[in-house]
């Protein structure tokens, strides 16, 4: 209870501050969009957003530009969606997983081992499935604008090495807010506790977890291998990273600010993906240089583990989703 009060008076303080921020950045020829996320802004998503902001400024003639507040300023990824449907912060960058709270079908992105590389998840990223989830958010005043790389999350821990599901047990891990995350762990063998990313460093160094899991660019720019010292590339889950629209400012828009926009955000994906080749190599090969142990397990134990919970989809729409994409070839 003491919990949900927190929770409520930082997302009303948050909104009160947005309010103010967004109020400033519009007059009557000028729109200034605020957009919130948690990334470093050394992360080659928000470099991407930079890059859209360029082009924005670009293709409106000077008339649109887009404020970038970066690192979790304005409040974890489920308040920043929470400040999109009132209206409150225009736009946000979050990880499909807690977005599932919000679309449920999101949840197919924290199912572990449904994509069987990278080619297969942008093919049905960029195609139907993809582009049909991604506007389903609209329902609930959250326009998806465009996917990011968001490569593929594996386990780090602290103490204790993981080359097996096995060595999982009794370990506490966290995991993003998301109900499918947890059962990720749980079907794994691990327990799962879901935290936000803001406050992982500090979990992690108080060992209030055992560990965690992630891509790698995020592991090293948040600092994560200070504490966690293993990185098992087990390669479980591929979630892809969303730019939000709130729907309520896209309404405001005119049609062609929505085209101007839609199109600096579709310019900047290239740009993104390209980016992220690059600097997820350089994080993995920076941890290890800094004395990470680089763990590559034998993958087809974790895929044989999570065989119960894929099963225990069935009935359910998301299991349809799941052969859906299991024939894209
Ligand atoms: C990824 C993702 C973030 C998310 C983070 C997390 O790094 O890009 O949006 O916050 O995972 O684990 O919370």
Not at 36 to 49: E, I, N, Q, R
Not at 84 to 103: D, N, Y
């Amino acid at each position: 209870m003491r919990l949900r009060v927190k929770h409520l008076v930082k997302t009303v303080f948050i909104a009160a501050l947005s309010l103010i921020l967004y109020g400033c950045g519009k007059d009557d020829d000028h729109v200034s969009l605020k957009l919130a996320h948690g990334l470093d802004t050394g992360h080659s998503v928000h470099k991407s957003m930079v890059f859209m902001n360029e082009r924005l400024k670009e293709l409106s003639n000077g008339t649109m530009d887009i404020a970038i507040y970066p690192s979790g300023q304005l409040g974890s990824e489920r308040d920043t969606m929470e400040l999109l449907q009132i209206g409150s912060l225009a736009m946000t960058k979050v990880s499909a997983s807690p977005m599932e709270s919000f679309v449920p079908k999101m949840k197919v992105f924290s199912i572990p081992y449904i994509f069987r590389d990278e080619e297969h998840l942008w093919k049905v990223l960029n195609g139907k499935i993809g582009q049909e989830l991604l506007v389903e958010g609209e329902a609930v005043r959250l326009r998806g604008l465009a996917y990011y790389d968001a490569g593929s999350r594996s386990f780090y821990t602290r103490d204790k090495p993981i080359r097996t599901p096995k060595d999982l047990e009794g370990l506490k891990i966290r995991v993003q807010k998301s109900q499918t995350s947890v059962r990720m762990v749980e079907a794994l063998g691990g327990s799962a506790t879901p935290i936000s990313f803001g406050e992982l460093y500090t979990a992690l160094q108080q060992g209030v977890v055992d560990g965690a899991e992630n891509n790698p660019p995020s592991f090293y720019l948040s600092k994560h291998y200070d504490v966690a010292r293993f990185y098992t590339l087990d390669m479980h889950t591929s979630v892809p990273d969303l730019l939000l629209m709130s729907g309520h400012i896209w309404n405001k828009l005119s049609t062609e600010q929505q085209g101007w926009l839609q199109k600096a955000a579709r310019l900047s994906v290239p740009f993104q993906r390209k980016l992220w080749k690059i600097s997820s190599d350089a994080a993995l090969k920076a941890v290890e240089e800094a004395g990470v142990t680089i763990i590559q397990p034998d993958k087809a134990a974790f895929q044989d583990a999570v065989k119960g919970m894929h099963d225990s989809y069935k009935g359910e729409p998301v299991y349809e989703l799941m052969q859906q994409i299991a024939e894209i070839k």
